[in-house]
């Protein structure tokens, strides 16, 4: 199995998968199936670049590709 990258992940939330405009760190672990530490990390470098609102619930995507 390849390495799962950052942008991976980005692109993927960036295209909004639930039409909802929200993401979680729950929704990245599920669909990536990975440790939710992991996820978690991913969601911080998310925030830190702008592309999803800081915690809260829920957290909104702020940046699509759509």
């Known amino acids: ?3 799962l ?3 991976t992940v980005r692109d993927w939330v ?3 998968p639930l039409n909802d405009g929200i ?4 929704t990245i672990k599920r669909r990536f199936r ?3 530490g992991r996820a978690e990390v991913f969601m911080r470098r998310l925030v830190a670049d ?3 609102s800081a915690v ?3 957290r ?3 940046k699509t590709n759509k």
């Open 1 to 3: 199995m390849s390495e």
């Open 5 to 7: 990258t950052y942008e």
């Open 50 to 52: 702008g592309l999803v």
């Open 14 to 16: 960036l295209s909004d």
């Open 34 to 36: 990975i440790a939710h």
């Open 60 to 62: 909104t995507i702020l």
């Open 56 to 58: 809260g619930k829920p």
């Open 23 to 26: 993401m979680s760190v729950s």
